[in-house]
T-cell receptor, first 113, second 112 residues
Framework: DTGVSQDPRHKITKRGQNVTFRCDPI?????LYWYRQTLGQGPEFLTY????????KSRLLSDRFSAERPKGSFSTLEIQRTEQGDSAMYLC???????????FGEGSWLTVV | SQQGEEDPQALSIQEGENATMNCSYK?????LQWYRQNSGRGLVHLIL?????REKHSGRLRVTLDTSKKSSSLLITASRAADTASYFC????????????FGAGTRLFVKA
């Protein structure tokens, strides 16, 4: 257990529905990342927060995706009008102010049917 | 596109043999890290090498970095069946701040 928790761990949803994932990072970590990973691929960067500020957002993050970190602690990733291509594992990770190591949660699996 | 690219994509060896995985990247970096992922799980940090370092050891792991060739290698000595996992390199670019980019990974299978 790295100390980064994600919820839910698994989600099956119908196409067109909205889903939201939550990430609770290690408490003293000010940096938080979201990645998406599909089978056989590496994690693809989606977005990055420093405290509550969203400093970078990938082109992969279409208008249907939004991430927030309102108080600089937990974060949510919402996917609106899900599509089958959104099926993947969504990984959250956090990092300390002066640290180089990124600590990952166990991921949230999304299946869109 | 991803910053790091691992080679080979898959590797199958016998227990006790050494496993070598390579990573190439495209831009200048602050540091390069290697992570391990068991099937369906999150990634776990293994080792970090800074851009001004050439080699680093941790237990059975040996990492090298050649910034002139923009490449790194991860050597696992005396492999065990429990080393079966996917291994990823990740880079922090100078221009990218703390954005960390991962490669596609090498899938290692160690046969008992």
């Amino acid at each position: 257990d790295t100390g980064v928790s994600q919820d839910p761990r698994h989600k099956i949803t119908k196409r067109g529905q909205n889903v939201t994932f939550r990430c609770d990072p290690i408490s003293e970590h000010n940096r938080l990342y979201w990645y998406r990973q599909t089978l056989g691929q590496g994690p693809e960067f989606l977005t990055y927060f420093q405290n509550e500020a969203q400093l970078e957002k990938s082109r992969l993050l279409s208008d249907r995706f939004s991430a927030e970190r309102p108080k600089g602690s937990f974060s949510t990733l919402e996917i609106q009008r899900t599509e089958q291509g959104d099926s993947a594992m969504y990984l959250c990770a956090s990092r300390g102010q002066n640290g180089n190591t990124i600590y990952f949660g166990e991921g949230s699996w999304l299946t869109v049917v | 596109s991803q910053q790091g690219e691992e080679d080979p994509q898959a590797l199958s060896i016998q227990e006790g043999e050494n496993a070598t995985m390579n990573c190439s990247y495209k831009t200048s970096i602050n540091n390069l890290q290697w992570y391990r992922q068991n099937s369906g799980r999150g990634l776990v940090h293994l080792i970090l090498i800074r851009s001004n370092e050439r080699e680093k050891h941790s237990g059975r792991l040996r990492v090298t970095l050649d910034t002139s060739k923009k490449s790194s290698s991860l050597l696992i000595t005396a492999s065990r069946a429990a080393d079966t996992a996917s291994y990823f390199c990740a880079t922090d670019g100078w221009a990218g701040g703390f954005k960390t980019i991962f490669g596609a990974g090498t899938r290692l299978f160690v046969k008992a």
